[in-house]
Protein backbone atom coordinates (compact mmCIF):
# COMPACT_ATOMS: atom_id res chain seq x y z
CA UNK A 1 0.00 0.00 0.00
CA UNK A 2 2.73 2.52 0.71
CA UNK A 3 5.98 2.38 -1.09
CA UNK A 4 9.75 1.73 0.77
CA UNK A 5 12.73 2.48 -0.21
CA UNK A 6 16.89 2.05 1.00
CA UNK A 7 19.86 2.02 -0.28
CA UNK A 8 23.65 1.72 1.08
CA UNK A 9 26.22 2.50 -0.99
CA UNK A 10 30.04 4.06 -1.34
CA UNK A 11 27.85 7.00 -3.65
CA UNK A 12 25.01 9.83 -2.87
CA UNK A 13 21.77 7.19 -2.19
CA UNK A 14 19.45 10.26 -2.18
CA UNK A 15 18.74 10.10 -6.16
CA UNK A 16 18.07 6.53 -6.00
CA UNK A 17 16.00 7.01 -3.13
CA UNK A 18 13.87 9.78 -5.48
CA UNK A 19 13.64 7.48 -8.18
CA UNK A 20 12.88 4.50 -6.46
CA UNK A 21 10.07 6.28 -4.72
CA UNK A 22 8.44 7.68 -8.31
CA UNK A 23 8.35 4.48 -9.40
CA UNK A 24 6.59 3.25 -6.23
CA UNK A 25 4.04 6.67 -5.98
CA UNK A 26 1.27 4.30 -7.02
CA UNK A 27 1.33 2.33 -3.84
CA UNK A 28 0.91 5.82 -1.79
CA UNK A 29 0.97 9.68 -2.89
CA UNK A 30 -0.27 11.63 0.06
CA UNK A 31 2.89 12.12 1.36
CA UNK A 32 6.87 11.15 0.92
CA UNK A 33 9.99 11.45 2.75
CA UNK A 34 13.68 10.55 2.64
CA UNK A 35 16.14 10.05 5.65
CA UNK A 36 19.95 9.29 4.66
CA UNK A 37 23.47 9.49 7.05
CA UNK A 38 25.34 12.55 5.64
CA UNK A 39 29.21 12.52 5.39
CA UNK A 40 29.31 13.91 8.67
CA UNK A 41 27.74 11.03 10.71
CA UNK A 42 24.49 12.99 11.52
CA UNK A 43 21.04 12.25 9.87
CA UNK A 44 19.22 14.42 7.80
CA UNK A 45 15.23 14.13 7.23
CA UNK A 46 12.96 15.63 4.37
CA UNK A 47 9.45 15.24 4.28
CA UNK A 48 6.50 16.40 2.07
CA UNK A 49 2.90 16.54 1.24
CA UNK A 50 1.68 15.62 -2.25
CA UNK A 51 3.27 13.40 -4.67
CA UNK A 52 6.98 12.59 -4.96
CA UNK A 53 7.47 15.67 -7.14
CA UNK A 54 7.01 17.96 -4.24
CA UNK A 55 9.62 15.66 -2.09
CA UNK A 56 12.12 16.10 -4.92
CA UNK A 57 11.77 19.85 -4.99
CA UNK A 58 12.72 20.30 -1.33
CA UNK A 59 15.93 17.84 -2.38
CA UNK A 60 17.01 20.28 -4.71
CA UNK A 61 15.90 23.67 -2.84
CA UNK A 62 17.85 21.56 0.37
CA UNK A 63 19.97 19.14 -0.61
CA UNK A 64 20.37 16.33 1.93
CA UNK A 65 22.98 13.75 0.12
CA UNK A 66 24.37 11.12 2.17
CA UNK A 67 25.68 6.89 1.88
CA UNK A 68 22.86 5.12 3.68
CA UNK A 69 19.17 6.12 3.76
CA UNK A 70 15.89 4.70 3.29
CA UNK A 71 12.80 6.67 1.79
CA UNK A 72 9.07 6.46 1.87
CA UNK A 73 5.89 7.43 -0.36
CA UNK A 74 2.56 6.93 2.16
CA UNK A 75 -1.35 6.01 1.92
CA UNK A 76 -2.58 7.65 5.01
CA UNK A 77 -3.79 5.41 7.52
CA UNK A 78 -3.60 6.45 10.63
CA UNK A 79 -4.01 10.39 10.22
CA UNK A 80 -4.32 12.65 8.07
CA UNK A 81 -1.66 13.74 4.69
CA UNK A 82 0.05 16.10 6.85
CA UNK A 83 4.04 16.31 7.13
CA UNK A 84 4.14 15.66 10.93
CA UNK A 85 2.33 11.78 9.70
CA UNK A 86 4.73 11.45 6.48
CA UNK A 87 7.83 9.31 7.00
CA UNK A 88 10.62 8.51 8.13
CA UNK A 89 9.88 8.98 11.56
CA UNK A 90 12.58 9.35 14.06
CA UNK A 91 12.95 9.05 17.82
CA UNK A 92 15.60 11.50 18.59
CA UNK A 93 18.33 12.71 16.15
CA UNK A 94 19.40 9.63 14.93
CA UNK A 95 17.05 6.99 14.69
CA UNK A 96 15.02 6.81 11.22
CA UNK A 97 12.42 4.26 10.69
CA UNK A 98 9.79 3.80 7.77
CA UNK A 99 7.56 1.30 7.85
CA UNK A 100 4.33 -0.28 5.76
CA UNK A 101 1.43 -1.73 7.18
CA UNK A 102 -0.46 -1.23 10.63
CA UNK A 103 0.53 -2.44 14.52
CA UNK A 104 -2.32 -3.02 15.95
CA UNK A 105 -1.38 -2.56 19.52
CA UNK A 106 0.10 1.04 18.40
CA UNK A 107 -2.16 2.48 21.00
CA UNK A 108 -1.20 0.70 24.10
CA UNK A 109 2.63 1.01 23.35
CA UNK A 110 2.17 4.90 22.58
CA UNK A 111 0.70 5.12 26.24
CA UNK A 112 3.56 2.96 28.15
CA UNK A 113 5.94 5.09 25.56
CA UNK A 114 4.49 7.87 26.75
CA UNK A 115 4.68 7.41 30.61
CA UNK A 116 8.45 6.53 30.00
CA UNK A 117 8.94 10.55 28.56
CA UNK A 118 8.77 9.52 25.11
CA UNK A 119 6.95 12.67 22.84
CA UNK A 120 4.99 12.02 20.07
CA UNK A 121 4.64 14.82 17.29
CA UNK A 122 2.28 11.97 15.31
CA UNK A 123 -0.73 10.50 14.52
CA UNK A 124 0.90 7.27 13.04
CA UNK A 125 1.32 4.33 14.60
CA UNK A 126 4.67 4.09 12.84
CA UNK A 127 6.02 6.39 15.17
CA UNK A 128 5.59 4.29 17.94
CA UNK A 129 8.41 1.56 16.49
CA UNK A 130 10.60 4.41 16.48
CA UNK A 131 10.42 5.18 20.41
CA UNK A 132 10.32 1.60 21.13
CA UNK A 133 13.54 0.69 19.20
CA UNK A 134 14.97 3.83 20.89
CA UNK A 135 14.11 2.79 24.47
CA UNK A 136 15.09 -1.02 24.08
CA UNK A 137 18.73 0.89 22.60
CA UNK A 138 19.32 1.69 26.22
CA UNK A 139 19.77 -1.06 27.40
CA UNK A 140 20.56 -3.46 24.06
CA UNK A 141 22.67 -1.11 21.83
CA UNK A 142 23.18 -3.28 18.92
CA UNK A 143 20.60 -2.16 16.31
CA UNK A 144 19.69 -5.49 15.20
CA UNK A 145 19.25 -6.73 18.19
CA UNK A 146 17.07 -4.12 19.35
CA UNK A 147 14.70 -4.75 16.18
CA UNK A 148 14.95 -8.78 16.88
CA UNK A 149 13.63 -7.45 20.79
CA UNK A 150 11.39 -5.05 19.54
CA UNK A 151 9.23 -6.60 16.82
CA UNK A 152 8.30 -8.98 19.55
CA UNK A 153 5.96 -6.26 20.63
CA UNK A 154 4.52 -5.56 17.49
CA UNK A 155 1.09 -7.00 16.86
CA UNK A 156 0.00 -6.82 13.33
CA UNK A 157 1.65 -6.44 9.75
CA UNK A 158 5.26 -4.62 8.99
CA UNK A 159 7.62 -3.82 6.35
CA UNK A 160 9.91 -2.42 8.28
CA UNK A 161 13.37 -0.70 7.24
CA UNK A 162 15.69 1.19 10.38
CA UNK A 163 19.12 3.01 9.98
CA UNK A 164 20.83 4.88 12.75
CA UNK A 165 23.01 7.37 12.81
CA UNK A 166 25.40 5.96 15.23
CA UNK A 167 25.74 3.06 13.14
CA UNK A 168 26.68 3.96 9.92
CA UNK A 169 27.26 0.22 8.16
CA UNK A 170 24.14 -1.29 7.98
CA UNK A 171 20.34 -1.90 7.08
CA UNK A 172 17.89 -3.19 8.92
CA UNK A 173 14.67 -4.23 7.56
CA UNK A 174 12.14 -7.26 8.98
CA UNK A 175 9.03 -8.28 6.78
CA UNK A 176 5.82 -9.99 8.08
CA UNK A 177 3.07 -9.33 6.84
CA UNK A 178 3.98 -7.15 4.42
CA UNK A 179 6.57 -7.14 1.15
CA UNK A 180 10.03 -6.20 1.15
CA UNK A 181 12.71 -7.14 -1.80
CA UNK A 182 16.81 -6.83 -1.31
CA UNK A 183 17.97 -5.42 -4.27
CA UNK A 184 22.01 -6.79 -4.81
CA UNK A 185 24.63 -4.42 -5.87
CA UNK A 186 28.53 -4.58 -6.27
CA UNK A 187 29.84 -2.38 -2.70
CA UNK A 188 26.02 -1.63 -2.50
CA UNK A 189 22.73 -2.48 -1.99
CA UNK A 190 19.04 -1.45 -1.68
CA UNK A 191 15.43 -2.68 -0.31
CA UNK A 192 12.24 -1.93 -1.46
CA UNK A 193 8.73 -3.15 -1.38
CA UNK A 194 8.63 -3.61 -4.95
CA UNK A 195 11.23 -4.20 -7.37
CA UNK A 196 10.02 -2.21 -9.73
CA UNK A 197 12.07 0.75 -7.28
CA UNK A 198 15.09 -1.06 -8.02
CA UNK A 199 15.45 -1.65 -11.80
CA UNK A 200 17.41 1.00 -12.98
CA UNK A 201 19.81 -0.19 -10.05
CA UNK A 202 20.16 -3.97 -10.03
CA UNK A 203 17.76 -6.99 -11.25
CA UNK A 204 19.49 -8.88 -8.62
CA UNK A 205 17.02 -9.84 -6.12
CA UNK A 206 16.91 -11.58 -3.16
CA UNK A 207 12.96 -12.08 -1.56
CA UNK A 208 12.58 -12.09 2.20
CA UNK A 209 9.77 -14.81 3.94
CA UNK A 210 7.32 -14.26 6.07
CA UNK A 211 9.10 -13.20 9.76
CA UNK A 212 12.52 -12.80 8.13
CA UNK A 213 15.16 -9.56 9.68
CA UNK A 214 18.05 -9.12 7.38
CA UNK A 215 20.81 -7.33 7.86
CA UNK A 216 22.05 -5.24 5.08
CA UNK A 217 25.66 -4.06 4.09
CA UNK A 218 27.71 -2.61 1.71
CA UNK A 219 29.26 -5.81 1.10
CA UNK A 220 26.99 -8.17 2.54
CA UNK A 221 23.47 -9.41 3.50
CA UNK A 222 22.78 -11.56 6.46
CA UNK A 223 18.90 -12.71 6.82
CA UNK A 224 17.29 -14.42 9.95
CA UNK A 225 14.47 -16.20 9.97
CA UNK A 226 11.32 -15.94 12.39
CA UNK A 227 13.38 -17.91 15.12
CA UNK A 228 16.56 -15.92 14.81
CA UNK A 229 18.17 -18.30 12.72
CA UNK A 230 20.47 -17.41 9.75
CA UNK A 231 19.12 -18.56 6.40
CA UNK A 232 19.91 -18.44 2.93
CA UNK A 233 17.31 -16.94 0.49
CA UNK A 234 18.11 -17.46 -3.27
CA UNK A 235 19.11 -14.88 -5.12
CA UNK A 236 16.45 -14.55 -8.21
CA UNK A 237 17.45 -12.25 -11.48
CA UNK A 238 14.07 -10.45 -12.58
CA UNK A 239 13.11 -10.31 -16.00
CA UNK A 240 11.83 -6.84 -16.20
CA UNK A 241 13.42 -4.14 -17.69
CA UNK A 242 13.66 -0.61 -16.66
CA UNK A 243 11.24 1.09 -19.30
CA UNK A 244 8.66 -1.42 -18.70
CA UNK A 245 7.13 1.35 -16.04
CA UNK A 246 7.55 4.14 -18.74
CA UNK A 247 4.42 5.60 -20.22
CA UNK A 248 5.73 6.23 -23.59
CA UNK A 249 3.38 7.85 -26.06
CA UNK A 250 0.07 7.78 -23.66
CA UNK A 251 -1.11 10.43 -21.64
CA UNK A 252 -1.84 8.22 -18.64
CA UNK A 253 -0.46 4.92 -17.42
CA UNK A 254 -3.59 3.60 -17.43
CA UNK A 255 -4.41 4.11 -21.27
CA UNK A 256 -1.43 2.94 -21.91
CA UNK A 257 -2.20 -0.70 -20.24
CA UNK A 258 -5.68 -0.51 -21.74
CA UNK A 259 -4.27 -0.33 -25.03
CA UNK A 260 -1.78 -3.20 -24.20
CA UNK A 261 -4.07 -5.49 -23.84
CA UNK A 262 -3.86 -7.52 -27.22
CA UNK A 263 -0.49 -8.16 -26.40
CA UNK A 264 -0.54 -9.39 -22.65
CA UNK A 265 -3.58 -11.72 -23.47
CA UNK A 266 -1.43 -12.75 -26.32
CA UNK A 267 1.38 -13.50 -24.01
CA UNK A 268 -0.98 -14.79 -21.45
CA UNK A 269 -2.18 -17.83 -24.01
CA UNK A 270 1.76 -18.11 -25.65
CA UNK A 271 2.99 -21.46 -24.71
CA UNK A 272 -0.37 -23.03 -22.99
CA UNK A 273 -2.24 -23.92 -26.30
CA UNK A 274 -0.73 -25.35 -29.33
CA UNK A 275 -2.72 -26.68 -32.15
CA UNK A 276 -6.21 -26.65 -30.88
CA UNK A 277 -5.10 -28.42 -27.65
CA UNK A 278 -4.20 -26.99 -23.23
CA UNK A 279 -0.74 -27.45 -22.36
CA UNK A 280 -1.63 -28.47 -18.72
CA UNK A 281 1.76 -29.11 -18.04
CA UNK A 282 2.33 -25.21 -18.53
CA UNK A 283 0.58 -24.81 -15.23
CA UNK A 284 3.30 -26.08 -13.25
CA UNK A 285 4.43 -29.92 -12.56
CA UNK A 286 1.62 -30.26 -9.66
CA UNK A 287 -1.21 -29.17 -11.80
CA UNK A 288 -2.16 -31.95 -13.50
CA UNK A 289 -2.64 -33.79 -10.02
CA UNK A 290 -4.67 -31.11 -8.25
CA UNK A 291 -6.87 -30.84 -11.33
CA UNK A 292 -7.42 -34.55 -11.50
CA UNK A 293 -8.77 -34.29 -7.44
CA UNK A 294 -11.09 -31.15 -7.96
CA UNK A 295 -14.46 -31.65 -7.46
CA UNK A 296 -14.90 -28.30 -6.80
CA UNK A 297 -13.66 -24.75 -6.79
CA UNK A 298 -13.62 -21.89 -3.89
CA UNK A 299 -12.19 -18.53 -5.65
CA UNK A 300 -11.06 -15.90 -3.11
CA UNK A 301 -10.03 -12.35 -4.29
CA UNK A 302 -10.67 -8.38 -3.61
CA UNK A 303 -11.87 -5.55 -5.64
CA UNK A 304 -11.71 -6.45 -9.66
CA UNK A 305 -9.81 -9.71 -9.29
CA UNK A 306 -13.11 -10.61 -7.77
CA UNK A 307 -15.12 -9.58 -10.11
CA UNK A 308 -13.08 -11.87 -12.36
CA UNK A 309 -13.51 -14.83 -10.27
CA UNK A 310 -17.54 -14.23 -10.04
CA UNK A 311 -17.05 -14.48 -14.24
CA UNK A 312 -15.50 -17.71 -13.38
CA UNK A 313 -17.97 -19.25 -11.83
CA UNK A 314 -20.98 -19.16 -14.82
CA UNK A 315 -17.94 -20.40 -16.65
CA UNK A 316 -16.87 -23.42 -14.54
CA UNK A 317 -20.51 -24.05 -13.29
CA UNK A 318 -20.98 -24.38 -17.13
CA UNK A 319 -18.99 -27.34 -17.60
CA UNK A 320 -20.44 -28.58 -14.73
CA UNK A 321 -17.78 -28.17 -11.67
CA UNK A 322 -19.26 -25.92 -8.61
CA UNK A 323 -18.05 -23.58 -7.75
CA UNK A 324 -17.81 -20.48 -4.67
CA UNK A 325 -16.69 -16.92 -4.96
CA UNK A 326 -15.68 -14.74 -2.10
CA UNK A 327 -14.53 -11.51 -0.92
CA UNK A 328 -11.21 -11.99 1.20
CA UNK A 329 -12.06 -9.85 3.83
CA UNK A 330 -14.95 -11.65 4.16
CA UNK A 331 -13.59 -15.24 3.75
CA UNK A 332 -10.90 -15.11 6.54
CA UNK A 333 -13.23 -14.55 9.28
CA UNK A 334 -15.75 -16.46 9.27
CA UNK A 335 -16.20 -20.24 9.36
CA UNK A 336 -15.76 -22.08 6.07
CA UNK A 337 -17.43 -25.22 4.83
CA UNK A 338 -14.80 -26.98 2.71
CA UNK A 339 -16.47 -29.79 0.59
CA UNK A 340 -14.16 -32.75 -0.57
CA UNK A 341 -12.17 -32.04 -3.28
CA UNK A 342 -12.39 -28.05 -3.37
CA UNK A 343 -9.64 -26.27 -4.78
CA UNK A 344 -8.60 -23.41 -3.17
CA UNK A 345 -8.17 -20.22 -5.81
CA UNK A 346 -7.10 -16.93 -4.85
CA UNK A 347 -6.61 -13.82 -7.89
CA UNK A 348 -4.78 -11.45 -7.54
CA UNK A 349 -2.89 -8.84 -9.43
CA UNK A 350 0.26 -8.06 -6.67
CA UNK A 351 0.30 -11.11 -4.90
CA UNK A 352 0.57 -8.92 -2.10
CA UNK A 353 -2.97 -8.34 -1.34
CA UNK A 354 -3.48 -8.86 2.94
CA UNK A 355 -6.43 -10.10 2.79
CA UNK A 356 -6.17 -12.36 0.05
CA UNK A 357 -2.61 -13.66 1.40
CA UNK A 358 -4.15 -14.24 5.05
CA UNK A 359 -7.05 -16.27 3.22
CA UNK A 360 -4.54 -18.47 1.48
CA UNK A 361 -2.49 -18.85 5.10
CA UNK A 362 -5.32 -19.93 6.74
CA UNK A 363 -6.74 -22.49 4.31
CA UNK A 364 -3.59 -24.66 4.52
CA UNK A 365 -5.60 -26.20 7.71
CA UNK A 366 -9.09 -26.24 5.86
CA UNK A 367 -9.28 -29.13 4.28
CA UNK A 368 -8.40 -27.92 0.80
CA UNK A 369 -7.20 -30.34 -1.93
CA UNK A 370 -4.54 -28.29 -2.76
CA UNK A 371 -3.71 -24.20 -3.51
CA UNK A 372 -3.78 -22.55 -7.10
CA UNK A 373 -3.15 -18.60 -7.03
CA UNK A 374 -3.55 -16.44 -10.90
CA UNK A 375 -0.92 -13.68 -10.02
CA UNK A 376 0.76 -11.04 -12.40
CA UNK A 377 3.84 -10.91 -10.15
CA UNK A 378 6.02 -14.03 -10.60
CA UNK A 379 8.10 -13.00 -7.38
CA UNK A 380 4.93 -12.28 -4.78
CA UNK A 381 4.18 -14.82 -1.79
CA UNK A 382 1.09 -15.34 -3.03
CA UNK A 383 3.05 -16.93 -5.73
CA UNK A 384 5.69 -18.62 -3.79
CA UNK A 385 3.38 -20.19 -1.07
CA UNK A 386 0.97 -21.37 -3.30
CA UNK A 387 0.85 -25.01 -4.67
CA UNK A 388 0.46 -24.02 -8.07
CA UNK A 389 0.73 -20.29 -10.11
CA UNK A 390 -0.57 -19.47 -13.08
CA UNK A 391 1.06 -16.46 -13.74
CA UNK A 392 -0.67 -13.93 -16.15
CA UNK A 393 2.03 -12.28 -17.77
CA UNK A 394 0.25 -8.52 -17.84
CA UNK A 395 3.52 -6.52 -16.95
CA UNK A 396 3.83 -3.78 -14.23
CA UNK A 397 0.24 -2.41 -14.20
CA UNK A 398 1.07 0.80 -12.56
CA UNK A 399 -2.45 3.01 -12.59
CA UNK A 400 -4.61 2.44 -9.95
CA UNK A 401 -7.65 1.11 -11.79
CA UNK A 402 -6.92 -2.36 -13.17
CA UNK A 403 -7.14 -2.60 -16.64
CA UNK A 404 -5.12 -5.29 -18.25
CA UNK A 405 -4.39 -7.54 -15.44
CA UNK A 406 -8.35 -8.09 -15.30
CA UNK A 407 -8.45 -8.97 -18.61
CA UNK A 408 -5.52 -11.66 -18.30
CA UNK A 409 -7.08 -12.84 -15.36
CA UNK A 410 -9.94 -13.71 -16.99
CA UNK A 411 -8.14 -15.23 -19.92
CA UNK A 412 -6.10 -17.60 -16.73
CA UNK A 413 -9.40 -18.17 -15.77
CA UNK A 414 -11.09 -19.29 -19.36
CA UNK A 415 -7.57 -21.72 -19.63
CA UNK A 416 -8.64 -23.03 -16.06
CA UNK A 417 -12.09 -23.88 -16.93
CA UNK A 418 -10.67 -25.69 -19.73
CA UNK A 419 -8.72 -27.90 -18.00
CA UNK A 420 -11.35 -29.08 -15.76
CA UNK A 421 -13.58 -29.38 -18.42
CA UNK A 422 -11.51 -32.22 -19.90
CA UNK A 423 -12.05 -33.90 -16.60
CA UNK A 424 -15.91 -33.82 -17.31
CA UNK A 425 -16.08 -34.86 -20.26
CA UNK A 426 -14.90 -31.99 -23.15
CA UNK A 427 -14.45 -33.84 -26.57
CA UNK A 428 -11.64 -32.86 -28.15
CA UNK A 429 -13.56 -30.95 -30.88
CA UNK A 430 -15.65 -29.16 -28.19
CA UNK A 431 -12.02 -28.14 -26.92
CA UNK A 432 -10.26 -27.38 -30.35
CA UNK A 433 -13.48 -24.82 -30.25
CA UNK A 434 -12.36 -22.96 -27.11
CA UNK A 435 -8.95 -22.83 -28.13
CA UNK A 436 -9.49 -21.22 -31.08
CA UNK A 437 -11.63 -18.70 -29.70
CA UNK A 438 -8.91 -17.74 -27.61
CA UNK A 439 -6.69 -17.92 -30.01
CA UNK A 440 -8.95 -15.03 -31.80
CA UNK A 441 -9.13 -12.94 -28.11
CA UNK A 442 -6.49 -10.31 -28.93
CA UNK A 443 -7.93 -9.91 -32.59
CA UNK A 444 -11.10 -9.17 -30.93
CA UNK A 445 -9.91 -6.86 -28.13
CA UNK A 446 -8.26 -4.36 -31.21
CA UNK A 447 -11.96 -4.48 -32.61
CA UNK A 448 -12.82 -2.91 -29.04
CA UNK A 449 -10.50 -0.49 -28.61
CA UNK A 450 -11.19 0.75 -32.16
CA UNK A 451 -13.97 2.25 -30.71
CA UNK A 452 -12.32 4.64 -28.37
CA UNK A 453 -12.86 7.90 -30.61
CA UNK A 454 -16.72 7.25 -30.30
CA UNK A 455 -16.42 6.24 -26.57
CA UNK A 456 -14.95 9.97 -26.13
CA UNK A 457 -18.20 11.21 -27.65
CA UNK A 458 -20.34 8.88 -25.54
CA UNK A 459 -18.28 10.11 -22.31
CA UNK A 460 -19.21 13.62 -23.10
CA UNK A 461 -22.54 12.75 -21.89
CA UNK A 462 -21.28 12.01 -18.14
CA UNK A 463 -19.25 15.24 -17.15
CA UNK A 464 -22.25 16.54 -15.69
CA UNK A 465 -23.48 13.05 -14.49
CA UNK A 466 -23.46 12.40 -10.70
CA UNK A 467 -24.62 8.86 -10.93
CA UNK A 468 -25.23 5.97 -12.93
CA UNK A 469 -26.40 2.40 -13.35
CA UNK A 470 -24.95 -0.48 -14.63
CA UNK A 471 -27.06 -3.48 -15.73
CA UNK A 472 -25.86 -7.06 -16.87
CA UNK A 473 -27.46 -10.60 -17.39
CA UNK A 474 -25.44 -14.39 -16.65
CA UNK A 475 -21.63 -13.39 -16.73
CA UNK A 476 -21.79 -10.01 -18.11
CA UNK A 477 -23.41 -9.04 -14.42
CA UNK A 478 -19.79 -9.14 -12.90
CA UNK A 479 -18.81 -7.29 -16.04
CA UNK A 480 -21.17 -4.40 -14.96
CA UNK A 481 -20.00 -4.49 -11.53
CA UNK A 482 -16.26 -4.05 -12.92
CA UNK A 483 -17.42 -1.29 -14.98
CA UNK A 484 -19.48 0.65 -12.13
CA UNK A 485 -16.03 0.09 -10.17
CA UNK A 486 -14.25 1.64 -12.82
CA UNK A 487 -16.21 4.57 -13.52
CA UNK A 488 -16.73 5.25 -9.99
CA UNK A 489 -12.40 4.92 -9.18
CA UNK A 490 -11.62 6.97 -11.67
CA UNK A 491 -14.33 9.83 -12.40
CA UNK A 492 -15.91 10.22 -8.85
CA UNK A 493 -19.29 9.18 -10.15
CA UNK A 494 -21.19 6.97 -7.59
CA UNK A 495 -22.13 4.08 -9.70
CA UNK A 496 -23.77 1.00 -9.05
CA UNK A 497 -24.08 -1.96 -10.94
CA UNK A 498 -26.88 -4.93 -10.66
CA UNK A 499 -28.14 -8.00 -12.60
CA UNK A 500 -30.85 -6.65 -15.18
CA UNK A 501 -33.61 -8.82 -13.33
CA UNK A 502 -33.22 -6.73 -10.47
CA UNK A 503 -34.40 -3.64 -11.51
CA UNK A 504 -38.25 -3.86 -10.68
CA UNK A 505 -36.77 -5.22 -6.73
CA UNK A 506 -35.25 -1.53 -6.10
CA UNK A 507 -33.10 -0.02 -8.72
CA UNK A 508 -35.41 1.15 -11.10
CA UNK A 509 -36.68 3.98 -8.22
CA UNK A 510 -33.27 5.76 -9.24
CA UNK A 511 -34.33 5.66 -12.95
CA UNK A 512 -35.16 8.94 -14.55
CA UNK A 513 -33.59 11.60 -17.06
CA UNK A 514 -30.48 12.33 -14.87
CA UNK A 515 -29.32 8.72 -14.34
CA UNK A 516 -27.31 7.36 -17.23
CA UNK A 517 -27.97 3.42 -17.62
CA UNK A 518 -24.89 1.41 -19.02
CA UNK A 519 -25.37 -2.09 -20.42
CA UNK A 520 -23.63 -4.86 -22.72
CA UNK A 521 -25.72 -6.73 -25.17
CA UNK A 522 -24.34 -9.65 -26.89
CA UNK A 523 -25.62 -11.80 -28.56
CA UNK A 524 -26.46 -14.70 -26.54
CA UNK A 525 -29.77 -16.35 -24.76
CA UNK A 526 -30.22 -13.80 -22.31
CA UNK A 527 -30.41 -10.68 -24.69
CA UNK A 528 -34.32 -11.03 -25.21
CA UNK A 529 -34.67 -10.62 -21.77
CA UNK A 530 -32.54 -7.88 -21.28
CA UNK A 531 -34.16 -6.16 -24.16
CA UNK A 532 -37.39 -6.60 -21.77
CA UNK A 533 -35.38 -4.93 -18.68
CA UNK A 534 -33.68 -2.18 -20.72
CA UNK A 535 -37.38 -1.04 -22.13
CA UNK A 536 -38.59 -0.61 -18.46
CA UNK A 537 -35.23 1.95 -18.16
CA UNK A 538 -36.92 4.05 -20.97
CA UNK A 539 -40.35 3.72 -19.75
CA UNK A 540 -38.91 5.72 -16.78
CA UNK A 541 -36.96 8.40 -18.93
CA UNK A 542 -34.10 7.13 -18.10
CA UNK A 543 -30.89 7.61 -20.86
CA UNK A 544 -29.46 4.45 -22.36
CA UNK A 545 -25.57 3.75 -23.61
CA UNK A 546 -25.69 0.23 -24.87
CA UNK A 547 -22.56 -1.49 -26.53
CA UNK A 548 -24.20 -4.87 -28.59
CA UNK A 549 -22.92 -7.06 -31.06
CA UNK A 550 -23.61 -6.39 -34.52
CA UNK A 551 -26.89 -8.66 -35.08
CA UNK A 552 -28.30 -7.76 -32.25
CA UNK A 553 -31.46 -5.95 -33.01
CA UNK A 554 -32.56 -2.80 -30.81
CA UNK A 555 -36.57 -1.66 -30.76
CA UNK A 556 -35.88 0.81 -27.85
CA UNK A 557 -35.85 4.78 -28.46
CA UNK A 558 -33.78 7.56 -27.42
CA UNK A 559 -30.67 5.67 -26.40
CA UNK A 560 -26.78 5.73 -27.60
CA UNK A 561 -25.30 2.58 -28.96
CA UNK A 562 -21.76 1.32 -30.51
CA UNK A 563 -21.48 -2.35 -32.17
CA UNK A 564 -19.09 -4.90 -31.86
CA UNK A 565 -18.25 -7.62 -34.15
CA UNK A 566 -16.93 -11.02 -34.48
CA UNK A 567 -17.12 -11.30 -30.84
CA UNK A 568 -17.09 -14.99 -29.65
CA UNK A 569 -20.06 -16.22 -26.75
CA UNK A 570 -17.30 -17.70 -24.91
CA UNK A 571 -14.96 -14.52 -24.04
CA UNK A 572 -17.40 -12.19 -24.87
CA UNK A 573 -17.28 -10.90 -21.31
CA UNK A 574 -13.76 -10.42 -21.95
CA UNK A 575 -14.21 -8.15 -24.94
CA UNK A 576 -16.77 -6.04 -23.30
CA UNK A 577 -14.72 -5.24 -20.46
CA UNK A 578 -13.07 -3.14 -22.53
CA UNK A 579 -15.30 -0.49 -23.87
CA UNK A 580 -16.21 0.52 -19.78
CA UNK A 581 -12.58 0.74 -19.28
CA UNK A 582 -12.39 3.39 -21.97
CA UNK A 583 -15.91 4.66 -21.07
CA UNK A 584 -14.78 5.43 -17.70
CA UNK A 585 -11.52 6.58 -18.54
CA UNK A 586 -12.61 9.15 -20.63
CA UNK A 587 -15.26 10.38 -18.82
CA UNK A 588 -12.56 10.91 -16.20
CA UNK A 589 -9.82 12.89 -18.53
CA UNK A 590 -13.38 14.86 -18.93
CA UNK A 591 -13.86 15.65 -15.85
CA UNK A 592 -10.43 16.24 -15.45
CA UNK A 593 -9.85 14.20 -12.18
CA UNK A 594 -6.30 12.30 -11.47
CA UNK A 595 -6.70 9.45 -13.58
CA UNK A 596 -3.66 7.10 -12.78
CA UNK A 597 -3.76 8.07 -9.00
CA UNK A 598 -7.33 8.31 -7.91
CA UNK A 599 -8.21 10.51 -4.56
CA UNK A 600 -7.86 8.01 -1.86
CA UNK A 601 -7.26 4.93 -3.54
CA UNK A 602 -3.33 2.51 -3.73
CA UNK A 603 -2.48 0.18 -6.44
CA UNK A 604 -1.32 -2.72 -3.64
CA UNK A 605 -3.37 -2.81 -0.46
CA UNK A 606 -0.93 -4.66 1.76
CA UNK A 607 -3.22 -3.98 4.85
CA UNK A 608 -6.80 -4.71 5.73
Not at 239 to 250: C, I, M, R, V
Not at 345 to 373: C, H, N
Amino acid sequence: MCGIVGAIAQRNVVPILLEGLKRLEYRGYDSAGVAVRNANGAMSRLRAVGKVACLRDMVETSPVPGDMGIAHTRWATHGVPAERNAHPHMSGDGLAVVHNGIIENHAELHAELESLGYRFTSETDTEVIAHLLAHIRQSTPDLLEAVKLAIKQLVGAYGLAVICADDPDRLIVARAGSPLVIGLGFGENFIASDVFALLPVTQRFMFLEEGDIAEIRRDSVHVFDVHGTPVERPERLSQLAASTTEKGPYAHYMLKEIYEQPTVIAETLEGRIHKGRLLEESFGHKAQMLFDATKGVHIIACGTSYHAGLVAKYWLEEVGVPCHVEVASEYRYRRVVVPEGTLFLSISQSGETADTLAALRGAKQAGYIGSMTICNVPESSLTRESDVALMTRAGPEIGVASTKAFTTQLTALRLLTLALARRQGMTAEQEETWVNELQSLPRQVEVALSLSDSIKVMAESFSDKLHALFLGRGPFFPIALEGALKLKEISYIHAEAYPAGELKHGPLALVDASMPVICALPNDPLLDKVLSNLQEVRARGGELFLFSDKNVKIELDRFQNLTLSDICPSTAPIVYSVPLQLLAYHAAVLKGTDVDQPRNLAKSVTVE
